[in-house]
């Protein structure tokens, strides 16, 4: 299946500080990503969907001024994590959707596991 | 909105036993559904999906089967095995849009050698 790399896999940091955390298509182009959180033994929790050249959509409840999302590229779409405290420690996740030869699937990035100190 | 409700949230299965986890969906405009398996602290990976104009698909050990009536869908594991020990997650949306997908709450299978 399609190929989606999320960079980096764990990251801690102090409290206060921004985390940049990446997403990118490797075979396909993705003009629609998705950014997803998860608690321990609990299931993915949409952030926001993030749409090449335009802004993001964010879900109810989810920051914007917090969770910074850009999605400049086909195949690149970033998510800031700003001033991160305790509370955001989380496991991280981005998917695309691979929508080449008209085919629907989602495929996943590797994760990024962010502790906020 | 599309709401996916999975059950059940843990599953206990000796070896070579089968395993059914279902789900339902609410919106009928729904016509793909995907499974997927994540294993801990891992990315979940596609098992197998199925369209809405499709009964049921068999992949090996693995099948799923929908009811687009009464809008739900099943997925069958059979002659289960230690590594199918995982998270599986069950999933609903409409491709025609693009929209996003809806995840159900997921379902700890452990299967005990």
């Known amino acids: 299946g399609a190929v989606v790399s999320q960079h980096p896999s764990r990251v801690i940091c102090k409290s206060g500080t921004s985390v940049k955390i990446e997403c990118r298509s490797l075979d396909f182009q993705a003009t629609t990503m998705f950014w997803y959180r998860q608690f321990p033994k609990q299931s993915l929790m949409l952030m926001a969907t993030s749409n090449e050249g335009s802004k993001a959509t964010y879900e109810q409840g989810v920051e914007k001024d917090k969770f910074l999302i850009n999605h400049a590229s086909l195949t690149l779409s970033t998510l800031t994590v700003t001033s991160a405290h305790p509370e955001d420690s989380s496991f991280y996740i981005c998917?695309?959707?691979?929508?080449?030869?008209?085919?629907?699937?989602?495929?996943f990035g590797s994760g990024t596991q962010l502790s906020v100190l | 909105g599309e709401n996916v409700e999975q059950h059940p949230s843990t599953l206990s299965v000796q070896e070579g036993d089968s395993a059914v986890i279902k789900c339902t969906y609410s919106d009928s405009a729904s016509n793909y559904f995907p499974w997927y398996k994540q294993e801990l602290g891992k990315r979940p990976q596609l098992i197998i999906d199925i369209r809405s104009n499709v009964g049921e698909k068999k992949d090996q050990r693995i099948a799923v089967t929908l009811n687009k009536t009464a809008k739900h869908f099943s997925l069958h594991i059979t002659e289960t095995q230690p590594e199918d020990s995982a998270v599986y997650f069950c999933a609903a949306t409409s491709s025609n849009t693009g929209n996003q997908f809806y995840f159900g709450t997921g379902t700890s299978l452990t299967v005990i050698p």
């Open positions: 998917s695309a959707r691979d929508l080449t030869g008209g085919g629907e699937k989602l495929f």
